[in-house]
């Protein structure tokens, strides 16, 4: 599969397109807030996000529009002889985009990064109902040997 | 369970005592090794983690030796509407005071950190073999909603 896609890194005015990526989903639609204009938190997370080494907010660009994203994010840790970790969260594809290969294009490309900055591991979470996610994480050789656990704190 | 506890940001001199902790384990043996003196390579992460705000690396100390450890992070996030994750990695409670609500006192310390620094989620993973895990964090309130895949780059 061709495409002329550019993966690079998110910047300020890419954030409307991002959350408009982010909301529309099924678990997406009910926790995003895409109006116009978007929220200011989107903003400000961008900010502290972008600011930070260890975070690469990534989007996927076809035509000059943004039609994929994901947030890389690189965790120093003591576990595994101090190896430096990668996680990967909010993978999106745009509803028009999927099932052609773009998702796995930018995983891939999400991995090398990975390996350039010398991460030993990728590590993400998928929800439980998302039976196609999960086949396609184990395409890419990820496997499912973890229990993912979350507490709301609102 | 009463127990004269203290939980505080790890030092320098306390790495040792963590990487005994990490390695005195099923699954943490298998990849640590804690040896007289323990590699330069956990210093070296302890360092990327003391400098890193959003980490926060625990010990909980009792009569001055060091019983338990955990590693809280905080994630920057456009998701859910630009809030702030924690994600808590690399808990172990000594195996001579495992049973006694020690982890459990450890992990509500760490909680109402994710909370105080306005943290709208806690998030974990644990290997599905941890049965025992699994049941101490669903009484934390924790729900098991994800799957938690991995994939190593060596």
Redesign the interface.
Known sequence: MSHNIIFRVATHTD?PS??RL?ADDEL?SL???YENPI?E??????E??DK?P??E?IVAELDAKVIGTL?L?F??????????R?QV??VRVDTHHQNQGIGSQMMKWA?ER??DRK??????????SRADA?RF??R???????????????
Chains 1, 2 share one sequence.
């Open positions: 954030v991002i959350v982010l997406g926790r995003e807030k929220p938190s989107y903003y400000s997370a961008y502290l996000v930070d260890n975070h907010l947030h994010m965790l120093p840790s003591l576990s595994f002889q101090g190896g430096l990668a969260e909010s991995m990975a390996k991460a030993h591991i990728v590590q993400l979470t998928t929800h439980k999960h994480y184990e890419l050789g990820f496997k499912g040997t973890h229990l993912g656990m979350k507490l709301s704190l609102d």
